[in-house]
């Protein structure tokens, strides 16, 4: 399976400015997904990244807000902007992979954004 | 809109015993179904992944899925305290590596 480097890890933030988190995956993968995770909440996700066109986003989360890129088949950053504390949660990539036992999803170890 | 469901919990089962964990989904389409583990603070880790009608078995761990029933199990034999964490349900369309949609997370507590 596919081992991702997600950073940073977690960070405390100002609201009205932007963090951009980053992931870098150690084999080259059609798809990244990125994910919030509320606080006590489960994962939702924010939208699915491709290599060479933009990213697709699921319901109530916008290009705006969730600038998303995907320069290369082994890396991606999403940038949380103009944050607010609502935005404070736990950001988690992940990519698919094909192997012995079938399909499966690795998530990078997730950053954790404090906003006030 | 696709949908997955879990009871919330918490379940607490003792030390030793079975703990059962359930869970529906709405698309019928759905191909790919998974079982992740999230202690506290961390990144959810793969338990077990199913995608025949059945079971199938991993050490401690018995996944089941029933295709027409949309539902899909997981079961913990011999519970240790060690397992006590969210357990998620996720699922996914078909195989060709779309995004998981995830439930809400079942917290198992396992007492010593």
């Known amino acids: 399976s596919a081992v991702i480097s997600q950073k940073p890890s977690r960070d405390i933030c100002q609201r009205g400015t932007s963090l951009t988190i980053q992931c870098q995956v150690d084999?080259?993968?059609?798809?990244m997904f990125w994910y919030r995770q509320q606080p006590g909440q489960s994962l939702t996700l924010i939208a699915t990244?491709?290599?060479?066109?933009?990213?697709?986003?699921e319901s109530g989360f916008v290009i705006d807000k969730f600038p998303i890129s995907r320069p290369n088949l082994t890396f991606s950053t999403l940038t949380v902007s103009n944050m607010s504390p609502e935005d404070s949660s736990i950001y988690l990539c992940s990519v698919s992979f094909t192997g012995t036992g079938g399909l499966g999803y690795t998530f990078g170890s997730g950053t954790r954004l404090t906003v006030v | 809109q696709k949908e997955v469901e879990q009871n919330s919990g918490p379940l607490s089962v003792p030390e030793g015993a079975i703990a059962s964990l359930n869970c529906t989904y709405s698309?019928?389409?759905?191909?790919?179904f998974f079982w992740y583990r999230q202690y506290s603070g961390k990144s959810p880790e793969l338990i077990m992944s199913?995608?025949?009608?059945g079971d199938k078995e991993d050490g401690r761990f018995t996944a089941q899925l029933n295709k027409a029933s949309q539902y899909v199990s997981l079961l913990i034999r011999d519970s240790q305290p060690s397992d006590s964490a969210t357990y998620l349900c996720a699922v996914n369309m078909n195989q060709a590596g779309t995004a998981l949609i995830f439930g809400k997370g079942t917290t198992l507590s396992v007492s010593s």
């Open positions: 199913i995608y025949s009608n």
């Open positions: 084999s080259q993968v059609t798809m």
């Open positions: 990244a491709n290599q060479g066109s933009e990213a697709t986003y």
């Open positions: 698309d019928r389409v759905s191909q790919s």
